[in-house]
């Protein structure tokens, strides 16, 4: 069992930036693809980014993809989302996800995420 918790999330101005950061308890974290999804009221949740195992392989959805930077430290348990840039549009609640799957590869799906965190507010304003 993983359990997940995201913290960072806030008020901003557009142009600005954020700092997400999840940190996941369990000795199996390592071994996880994580990723970052959002979801902005009545709408889907969205995929956001994702990072491997290793950091080694990365992920972004278009929208968010040269403004975002996904990172993480397997020796804290910890995956951050580094948010520039950022615009109104960008406003969701931000969830943390992980795929347990072997040796997988970053995937926007949220189907293939099997934890998740509670989730942390990002506003942006105009």
């Known amino acids: 069992q993983v359990q997940l918790v995201e913290s960072g999330g806030g008020l901003v101005q557009a142009g600005g930036s954020l700092r997400l950061s999840c940190a996941a308890s369990?000795?199996?974290?390592?071994?996880?693809?994580m990723g970052w999804f959002r979801q902005a009221p009545g709408k889907e949740r969205e995929f956001v980014a994702a990072i491997s195992w290793s950091a080694g392989s990365t992920k972004y959805a278009d929208s968010v993809k040269g403004r975002f930077t996904i990172s993480r430290d397997n020796a804290k348990n910890t995956v951050d989302l580094q948010m520039n840039s950022l615009k109104p549009e960008d406003t969701a609640v931000y969830y943390c996800?992980?795929?347990?799957?072997?040796?997988?590869?970053?995937?926007?799906?949220?189907?293939?995420?099997?934890?998740w965190g509670q989730g942390t507010q990002v506003t942006v304003s105009s």
């Open positions: 369990g000795r199996t974290f390592s071994n996880y693809v």
């Open positions: 996800a992980a795929d347990r799957r072997p040796g997988g590869v970053p995937s926007i799906s949220p189907g293939l995420y099997n934890y």
